[in-house]
């Protein structure tokens, strides 16, 4: 089985790939680094934020249900 990853996680790899710090992508999202850490842990973005956080990392946030013949309802 598939592990699901948080969002924790999943920002902090896109960060890793995209060679930008937590730091960083807090300064562009226009946010304090407490701040983006203390919603890290909680994993409470919106579809915007994430959006947003894509944009900055060079790459597209991808969000919503595939099913397995082609549907999508994102």
Known sequence: MKKIRTIKEKVETACAVSGITLTELSKRMGMSQAN????????????????????VL??????GFHYSNGNVIE
């Open 36 to 55: 983006l850490s203390k919603r890290l842990k909680v994993g409470k973005f919106s579809q915007d934020e994430l959006v947003k956080m894509g944009i």
């Open 58 to 63: 060079g790459c597209e946030w991808k969000s």
